[in-house]
Structure formats: structure tokens, C-alpha cells
């Protein structure tokens, strides 16, 4: 099999441990205060190198409510998870768990927290 | 009536005097900025004493802030993420002129007879050119590469005869315009690798380099002979491998050349890649700490300092360029974003983002000569880039 088409697959298979993952508990568990400030820290810092400081975008899209009205909550979480094959956004797995890629996903969709 | 008419014009009068450093008659050479990402701020510093001078407030967004010199090295020109370009006094203090040139910005150069000021901007795709005085808008060049589709510019840099170089991440070009008729700029287009993420000029401004995102390998235009188009160098230096991820795009600028070699990042590997600057061919790789972002020679050439993409940031890393080899590995602080070498190198001036310093550090004996506290510096630009092709 090829790269993309792993890839692809490791995201159904993502998708699906989530859609388990909901089922079973409605309220994802919340990363602690010192959690939140260490994960708004590193999307306004880090993912903005590409995305922006103010997250309004660069080599990545803008990241703000209105961009990312349309677009459901799993696939927003795979793609922090996962990245996306064939553009420059990697993967974060390493540095984040799927609870904590669904906070961040819902704190954009409101509008992102400014860094402390 | 008169005296009422009188009294703004003195509280203005007085105002401009209480602004006005003690200092004010100086040179710039050993002036620079650096960038306080977060607060929308420079600190204009003097590296003869290592100090900071005082602050100017007000730029905007300066996430990705790219700062160029005036010809006279008196006048920063501040190029925002949020598309605002500041012409900043660096001996006053104060913004001289400040426009919003576009959406979305990277940066920005200075024409070779310094009267232009252009900019390279995400959105809309393309460049515009500035009077570098007034900060008038006299061309608008749009980077359009099929019908109503605009290509993010990345790369740009100055080279001779009013003309600018740069690459469309979109679509896979190397682009030059010549602005000798400022109001008619004449663009050539030549076909390049895949997603150009950054390009540079050698210090004689002959070769263009762009990096490829998008495939392993370098596309090269030899801006002596453009006409032959650009070929690409170290291709397949991944040999197939999977790349790792990239937690930050590098940055390439002029100073990469070093010791008759090109020293660049490898995109999606912890390694320097060294090309001979003749022949292009590759000639090593140096296996590095983590995913470098600026690969940077001390201006003698001696030496090639390395910061890293996250999670590897609070490290940089010595290259020797004769040994070819890792020769220091240090910590300066947390999130090291940027680095700048006084003009003739026996310092080096660095950004640590989250440990909110800038370290200056002796480059002969590796201590630590000074630091600086700074709100989140990234970029830091000293006024010697002003007498420099491709900056």
C-alpha cells in the first residue's frame, strides 16, 4: 500500500475509535487549566508558525470560527492528529491526545483563547 | 485667537522634543531591530554595546515579521503577517510611515538603487512595489498562474537591475520581475520543482535557490544565464526514505554560502545538506540534532550556526566548516526562533521566544556575552543587511 492510502486509512481508523469514543462517553474529559494554557500556548505559538499568531492564516489556512464553521469536528481532530497527505500539515500525535485535539478543535470554533 | 491657535502648536513642539533621544546625532551601522512578535513591537538595539535603545509600538501582527533596511540604514521597513508595511526611524524612534499593503504578508526587499521597497504577500498572491520614501504604491504585481488563481509568494529577494526574484508555492514556479520602469514592471516566468517553500541569493546575486517542499531537491536559476531556465540540484537527497514530519517550514537567505559551499536544511530530516557552490554537486550531509530552520554562516564562513523546527527548539548547534562537523551544542533558551550575526561575526545575536531573552554570544569562545530581555523576540535584523544583495 502507499503512503496516502495508509494514511487514509489510519484516519477511518481514528474516526472510528472516536466515534466509539463518543458513544460510550458524552462529555470528552477536559485537559486540566495548566493543560489548556500549555495547548493555547502551542497553537498560537507553534501551529502558528504556518497558521498564524492570530491564526487568520499563511502557508496553512486561517483557522478562525467563520473557516471552520463547515467542517465537522472529526475531521478537524484526525487532521491535528494525523496531518494531511500531500500539504505541509503534519501530524501531532506525538504532543497531543484526540480529547486534547477535540478541546482545541472546539475552542476554535468559538474563537481561540489569546495566550495568557 | 492667535495665541489660541498657538498653544496645540507648542504642546506638539514640546511633545516631538520629549521623544527625541539625547543621542540624536549618531550613525546607524551598529543599529537593528528586534521583533516582539506578540506585542506588535520592535526593539531598536546597538550591538557595539549590546543595549537595547527603546521600543516602537503599534506594527500590527508580526508573527512571520520580515524586516528590511533603507539604503541610508537610517529607516527599518517593518513587513507584517496582517499585510502592514511600517517604515520605522530607527533614530527617532517613532513610525515614519505605516500603510496596509495586503491581506496576509511574509516580507519583503529593497531594490538595488534603494527606491523601491517590495513586498511578497499570501493573500493576494503576488508583490507590490513601494516608493521606499513614501511608501506610495506603484506596482501591483499579481502572481496569477491560471485564470483567477493566485499563488502565495515565498522567497523574495533583490538582485541587480531593479530586478526581484521569488517563487510561487502554489504553482511550482520561479518568477523574476524587473522594475526599471517602475510603473511597467515586466515579469519571465520559468517552470521549477514542486511547492518552493523559501529561495535565496548568493551574496553576488547570480544564483536564485529555491526549496522544494514538495519533492527532495533544490530548483536553481542562474540569473546570468535565465534564459537556460532552472535545473534542480540534490535531488533525492531522501533516497526514498519517509520524511519526517515538519513542525516549521525553513528559511533560506544568502547567507548559506560558506567555504566554496551551500550549506542548507534537508526538508523532513535531521540534516544539513553541503552542495559545492561550482559544481552544485552534493559534497556531504551533517547529521543535526533536529529539522533545521536557519542554516546560517558566520560572515568569515567559518562557521555555520543551526537553529531547530519544534520540539527541537531551545537547541542550536556549530558546524566547522572545513571539519564538517558538529564542533557546539547549546541551549541559549526555550523556543530559539531566530539568529543574527554582528557584520563581521564575533557575535551572534539570539531570539528564545518562550524564555523572553535575546542571548548574545561570543562566537570565537561560545560564552555568553549578554542578555536581553525581550516580550517573545522572533526575528532579529541588525542595519548591515542594508549594504547586502538578496536581503
Same mark, same amino acid.
Given at each position: 500500500?502507499?503512503?496516502?492510502?495508509?494514511?487514509?486509512?489510519?484516519?477511518?481508523?481514528?474516526?472510528?475509535?472516536?466515534a466509539?469514543?463518543?458513544?460510550?462517553?458524552?462529555?470528552?474529559?477536559q485537559?486540566?487549566?495548566?493543560r489548556?494554557?500549555?495547548?493555547?500556548?502551542l497553537?498560537?505559538?507553534?501551529?502558528?508558525?504556518?497558521?498564524?499568531?492570530?491564526?487568520?492564516?499563511?502557508?496553512?489556512?486561517?483557522?478562525?470560527?467563520?473557516?471552520?464553521?463547515?467542517?465537522?469536528?472529526?475531521a478537524?481532530?484526525?487532521t491535528?492528529i494525523?496531518?494531511?497527505?500531500?500539504?505541509?500539515?503534519?501530524?501531532?500525535?506525538?504532543?497531543?491526545?484526540?480529547?486534547e485535539?477535540?478541546?482545541?478543535?472546539?475552542?476554535?470554533?468559538?474563537?481561540?483563547?489569546?495566550?495568557? | 485667537?492667535?495665541?489660541?491657535?498657538?498653544?496645540?502648536?507648542?504642546?506638539?513642539?514640546?511633545?516631538?522634543?520629549a521623544?527625541?533621544?539625547?543621542?540624536?546625532?549618531r550613525?546607524?551601522?551598529?543599529?537593528?531591530?528586534?521583533?516582539?512578535?506578540?506585542?506588535?513591537r520592535v526593539?531598536?538595539?546597538?550591538?557595539?554595546?549590546?543595549?537595547?535603545?527603546?521600543?516602537?509600538?503599534?506594527?500590527?501582527?508580526?508573527?512571520h515579521a520580515?524586516?528590511?533596511?533603507?539604503?541610508?540604514a537610517?529607516?527599518?521597513?517593518?513587513?507584517?503577517?496582517?499585510?502592514?508595511?511600517?517604515?520605522?526611524?530607527?533614530?527617532?524612534r517613532?513610525?515614519?510611515k505605516r500603510?496596509?499593503?495586503?491581506?496576509?504578508s511574509?516580507?519583503?526587499?529593497?531594490?538595488?538603487?534603494?527606491?523601491?521597497?517590495?513586498?511578497?504577500?499570501?493573500?493576494?498572491?503576488?508583490?507590490k512595489?513601494?516608493?521606499a520614501d513614501?511608501?506610495?504604491?506603484?506596482?501591483?504585481?499579481p502572481?496569477?498562474?491560471?485564470?483567477g488563481?493566485?499563488?502565495?509568494?515565498?522567497?523574495?529577494? %533583490?538582485?541587480?537591475?531593479?530586478?526581484?526574484?521569488? +517563487?510561487?508555492? #502554489?504553482?511550482?514556479?520561479?518568477? =523574476?520581475? &524587473?522594475?526599471? @520602469?517602475?510603473?511597467?514592471?515586466?515579469?519571465?516566468?520559468?517552470?521549477?520543482?514542486?511547492?518552493?517553500?523559501d529561495?535565496?541569493?548568493?551574496p553576488?546575486?547570480?544564483?536564485?535557490?529555491?526549496?522544494?517542499?514538495?519533492?527532495?531537491?533544490?530548483?536553481?536559476?542562474?540569473?546570468?544565464?535565465?534564459?537556460?531556465?532552472?535545473?534542480?540540484?540534490?535531488?533525492?537527497?531522501?533516497?526514498?526514505?519517509?520524511?519526517?514530519?515538519?513542525f516549521?517550514?525553513?528559511?533560506?537567505?544568502?547567507w548559506?554560502?560558506?567555504?566554496?559551499?551551500?550549506?542548507?536544511?534537508?526538508?523532513?530530516?535531521?540534516?544539513?545538506l553541503?552542495?559545492?557552490?561550482g559544481?552544485?554537486?552534493e559534497?556531504?550531509r551533517?547529521?543535526?540534532?533536529?529539522?533545521?530552520?536557519?542554516?546560517?554562516?558566520?560572515p %568569515?564562513?567559518?562557521?555555520?550556526?543551526?537553529?531547530? +523546527?519544534?520540539? #527541537?527548539?531551545?537547541?542550536?548547534? =556549530?558546524? &566547522?566548516?572545513? @571539519?564538517?562537523?558538529?564542533v557546539?551544542?547549546?541551549s541559549?533558551?526555550?523556543?530559539?526562533?531566530?539568529?543574527?550575526?554582528?557584520?563581521?561575526?564575533?557575535?551572534?545575536?539570539?531570539?528564545?521566544?518562550?524564555?523572553?531573552?535575546?542571548?548574545?554570544?561570543?562566537?570565537?569562545t561560545?560564552?555568553?556575552?549578554?542578555?536581553?530581555?525581550?516580550?517573545?523576540?522572533?526575528?532579529?535584523?541588525f542595519?548591515?543587511?542594508?549594504q547586502?544583495?538578496?536581503?
Amino acid at each position: 500500500m502507499d503512503r496516502p492510502l495508509l494514511l487514509h486509512v489510519a484516519v477511518l481508523l481514528g474516526l472510528t475509535a472516536l466515534a466509539v469514543n463518543a458513544a460510550q462517553s458524552a462529555e470528552p474529559p477536559q485537559p486540566d487549566s495548566a493543560r489548556q494554557q500549555a495547548l493555547v500556548h502551542l497553537v498560537r505559538q507553534d501551529c502558528g508558525s504556518c497558521h498564524g499568531m492570530r491564526l487568520t492564516g499563511g502557508l496553512g489556512p486561517a483557522l478562525t470560527p467563520e473557516r471552520l464553521a463547515e467542517w465537522p469536528d472529526d475531521a478537524l481532530v484526525a487532521t491535528i492528529i494525523h496531518g494531511r497527505p500531500g500539504t505541509a500539515m503534519p501530524g501531532w500525535e506525538r504532543f497531543l491526545n484526540e480529547s486534547e485535539a477535540g478541546w482545541i478543535v472546539a475552542r476554535l470554533k468559538q474563537g481561540f483563547p489569546p495566550l495568557d | 485667537m492667535r495665541l489660541a491657535a498657538l498653544i496645540p502648536a507648542l504642546a506638539l513642539g514640546l511633545a516631538a522634543c520629549a521623544s527625541t533621544p539625547p543621542d540624536a546625532v549618531r550613525g546607524t551601522g551598529d543599529l537593528g531591530v528586534v521583533i516582539e512578535r506578540a506585542a506588535g513591537r520592535v526593539q531598536v538595539v546597538e550591538h557595539s554595546h549590546n543595549v537595547s535603545l527603546g521600543t516602537v509600538a503599534g506594527l500590527g501582527d508580526l508573527s512571520h515579521a520580515h524586516v528590511a533596511f533603507s539604503r541610508d540604514a537610517r529607516y527599518a521597513y517593518v513587513f507584517g503577517r496582517d499585510g502592514g508595511l511600517t517604515k520605522v526611524d530607527l533614530l527617532t524612534r517613532r513610525i515614519d510611515k505605516r500603510v496596509i499593503q495586503a491581506g496576509n504578508s511574509i516580507g519583503g526587499s529593497v531594490s538595488q538603487d534603494g527606491r523601491l521597497v517590495v513586498a511578497q504577500n499570501y493573500e493576494p498572491g503576488g508583490i507590490k512595489a513601494f516608493d521606499a520614501d513614501t511608501l506610495e504604491l506603484l506596482a501591483d504585481v499579481p502572481a496569477e498562474y491560471a485564470p483567477g488563481k493566485f499563488s502565495r509568494v515565498v522567497g523574495l529577494a %533583490d538582485v541587480s537591475g531593479q530586478r526581484f526574484v521569488y +517563487a510561487l508555492f #502554489d504553482a511550482n514556479e520561479i518568477r =523574476v520581475t &524587473d522594475f526599471s @520602469d517602475p510603473k511597467k514592471p515586466v515579469t519571465t516566468r520559468y517552470p521549477a520543482g514542486k511547492q518552493p517553500y523559501d529561495g535565496l541569493v548568493t551574496p553576488d546575486g547570480r544564483y536564485f535557490l529555491a526549496g522544494l517542499f514538495g519533492e527532495d531537491g533544490i530548483s536553481l536559476l542562474d540569473l546570468w544565464k535565465p534564459e537556460a531556465g532552472a535545473r534542480k540540484i540534490l535531488t533525492g537527497y531522501g533516497r526514498g526514505e519517509e520524511k519526517l514530519p515538519v513542525f516549521k517550514m525553513p528559511h533560506l537567505r544568502g547567507w548559506s554560502l560558506a567555504a566554496g559551499q551551500a550549506w542548507l536544511p534537508a526538508i523532513g530530516r535531521h540534516e544539513v545538506l553541503v552542495a559545492d557552490a561550482g559544481t552544485w554537486a552534493e559534497t556531504g550531509r551533517i547529521p543535526v540534532k533536529g529539522q533545521p530552520v536557519f542554516v546560517m554562516a558566520r560572515p %568569515d564562513g567559518r562557521q555555520i550556526w543551526v537553529n531547530f +523546527a519544534f520540539p #527541537d527548539n531551545e537547541w542550536v548547534q =556549530v558546524i &566547522d566548516t572545513v @571539519d564538517k562537523r558538529v564542533v557546539h551544542t547549546f541551549s541559549p533558551g526555550k523556543a530559539v526562533l531566530h539568529m543574527e550575526f554582528t557584520p563581521r561575526g564575533e557575535s551572534v545575536w539570539l531570539s528564545s521566544r518562550d524564555s523572553n531573552r535575546v542571548s548574545v554570544v561570543d562566537t570565537a569562545t561560545f560564552a555568553l556575552r549578554k542578555e536581553l530581555p525581550a516580550d517573545a523576540p522572533s526575528g532579529i535584523f541588525f542595519t548591515s543587511r542594508a549594504q547586502r544583495i538578496g536581503f
